[in-house]
């Protein structure tokens, strides 16, 4: 099965920061790649799909790229309300696997 | 609009069966490409996918979980029904489901059960 991995597991940044995540799957999955945003005591909530496409209602700061096995959302100009934890999660084929997640925090 | 809620037990005992339903709305479960998933997370722990059961009746599951779990769904009720056997406490989580769709995966949530298993 493929496996997802997630760096950096947590981090610390200013407002204003650009921040980026990076998810690497152990096989290519093309563009199946979704990132999620989940606020504490919350339900993830899809910010990502096909590895660039922002989800509607996602404000611009967040973007994502790659393909094949590396990918990475970006945060750029991370805002207060940006304090979550963010997974990647594959969706080309079952199993659907998620990365072990990242943990934002505001310094 | 898609919305969709998790119902079940808050409590089960150690070797119980637990069954979990997932009442959805704004979609029909008919349409090429689209599917519910469950997925669940331990308190302070990473997210675990379960299952997944599409339009067509093909059902997915975990690896590790496999020989325990079933997932059904019933198109006239717009529910699924995910079904976890011999629970044990380390499967206290927060289980969730979301509407799955082949180009964007699982785009809309529930807002999830919290499931614990005690004696």
Known sequence: DVQMTQSPSSLSASVGDTVTITCRASQAISKYLAWFQQKPGKVPTLLIYAASTLQLGVPSRFSGSGSGTDFTLTISSLQPEDVATYYCQKYNSAPLTFGGGTKIEIK | ?119
């Open chain 2, 1 to 119: 609009q898609i919305t969709l809620k998790e119902s079940g037990p808050m409590l089960v005992k150690p070797t119980q069966t637990l069954t979990l339903t997932c009442s959805f709305s704004g979609f029909s479960l008919r349409t090429s490409g689209e599917g519910v998933g469950w997925i669940r997370q331990p308190p302070g722990k990473a997210l675990e996918w379960l299952a997944l059961i599409y339009w067509d009746d093909d059902e997915r599951y975990n690896p590790s979980l496999k020989s325990r779990l079933i997932i059904t769904k019933d198109t006239s009720k717009k529910e699924v029904v995910l079904t976890l056997t011999n629970m044990d406490p380390v499967d206290t989580a927060t289980y969730s489901c979301a509407h799955f769709h082949d180009l964007r995966g699982l785009d809309v949530w529930g807002p999830g059960t919290t499931v614990t298993v005690s004696s």
